[in-house]
């Protein structure tokens, strides 16, 4: 469930072309946060609803970040699913669900997520956020 946004992404979108991928299992959400997305610049190299299908799509696409729901169909949850991409290909995630209590930030802690976002959220709030996220990995180390 997303919040209605009291304002529009006004800002200029980004050029930068930075490929994000979505795992949230709600195709109404996720087709909201995709046009969201690319009207901001980046570009969504796909929607997954399972653990599996993200996996897969993230060996095939290169993502420099995924947005991820905790609860997704299959049978892999979302921090099960932003570990593996973290061990296996070093992708970060942005955890966009209404399940981050303390225990599931624990258990996501060794991905090294690049934030929360408390559903409802608005589709500003995660624009702004992605943003964020992209400049930090793409600062250079130290």
Known sequence: MLAPDDRLVSETPSKNNDR???VEDDLLVAS???ATLCDA????????TTGKEALRLAQAESPILAVM???IAGDRDGIDTALELFRS???RCIFASAHSDHDSRLRAQPAAPLGWLQKPYTMTSLTEMVRAAARELRAPPG
């Open 20 to 22: 994000i991928l979505i």
């Open 32 to 34: 909201e946060m995709e």
């Open 41 to 48: 610049g980046f570009e969504i190299v796909g929607i997954a």
């Open 69 to 71: 729901d905790i609860r």
């Open 89 to 91: 290909q070093g992708i």
